[in-house]
DNA sequence: AATTTTTGCAACCGCCGTTGA
DNA sequence: TTCAACGGCGGTTGCAAAAAT
């Protein structure tokens, strides 16, 4: 199936139904909002509701703005390079879909998802559930090595524990707390303690000058070792303890985890 | 050609963390 | 310390287009 360009990007009202049960946004209300986002600038998404004349809510202003408006978006077909690094990074992070779009230019994180649920996840015979479209709360909660990193359930965070937190594997080694990834633990009394790695800063920062490499994974710090050590025990456990510098000089366009195969 | 099924994606939903009063 | 508002995220769904029958 091909599917190009905004094909919906007008909104569809069935013939004789009033009411379209999907709100679409029509190409009125994206001038609207394009407007007074670049006038005003973002952010503060209530208020950009209420001021730009929109009758949308403001996370669906922010949404739209984020998904569709906003400048540099890449629309179209997945490169492979692209697609590669997608496949990696899932395997690496679950479905932390924010963070891998970080890691694709003008991709959008909703975009990274459907294009995983659509055309990736098919092929992952692996999983459960693979392939089919529906009833999909299992099917891409697994990484591959069947770690479920979903924030849904196991909020990355502050050290409060959600009541209704659970774990979507039966793995013994994922608990409830430590399949949480911290946000930023520096502000998190309750974790200073557990020296826990942070998966955000290891997966946005390019200033890495070295590449690690453990077994034949290569990894850009010491501190994105540290995380799979933390969070995978079979990782530390399945592997001699032993890695390397690289000494090839540091490529900056060059991401390393497109060398983690 | 008509109908049914499948696919792809935009948008919504609900949960949770953060922030400020 | 509490609470409401807001923002961000991942999961889910509605529906048109494409493919299959």
């Known amino acids: 199936m091909v599917m190009t360009g905004n094909k919906r990007s007008s909104s569809v009202v ?11 946004w029509k190409p009125e209300e994206d001038l609207i909002l394009r407007q007074y986002v670049e006038t005003h600038g973002e952010g503060n998404w209530a208020t950009v509701s209420k001021r730009s004349g929109s009758l949308r809510g403001g996370k669906s202003c922010r949404l739209r703005w984020k998904n569709y408006l906003r400048p540099n978006i890449k629309r179209g077909d997945m490169s492979q390079e692209e697609q590669d690094l997608i496949i990696r990074m899932h395997k690496l992070l679950g479905n932390r879909w924010s963070l891998i779009a970080g890691r694709l230019p003008g991709r959008t994180d909703n975009e990274v998802k459907n294009y995983w649920n659509t055309h990736l996840n098919k092929n992952i ?14 099917i891409a909660d697994y990484s591959n090595d069947g770690i479920n990193i979903t924030k849904k359930k196991n909020k990355i965070g502050t050290g409060k524990t959600s009541s209704t937190a659970t774990t979507t594997t039966d793995d013994p080694m994922i608990t409830s707390s430590t399949d949480r ?10 974790h200073q303690h557990h020296k826990e790695p942070n998966i955000e800063s290891m997966f946005t920062s390019t200033s890495t000058e070295e590449s690690w490499f453990y077994d034949d994974m290569d990894f850009e710090s010491p501190s994105e070792l540290q995380y799979y050590q933390y969070y995978l025990p079979s990782f530390s456990s399945n592997f001699n303890a032993a ?19």
Do not use: V, W
């Not at 069935?14 to 679409?24: E, I, S, T």
């Not at 015979?125 to 299992?138: E, I, N």
């Open 14 to 24: 069935k013939a004789g139904n009033a009411q379209p049960k999907k709100n679409l």
């Open 243 to 261: 890695f390397a510098f690289d000494d090839e000089p540091f490529i900056g366009y060059m991401d390393s985890l497109l060398l983690f195969d």
């Open 181 to 190: 990834i911290p946000k930023d633990t520096s502000s998190d009394h309750q």
């Open 125 to 138: 015979s692996c999983c459960p559930a693979a392939g089919s479209k529906r009833k999909s709360t299992t």
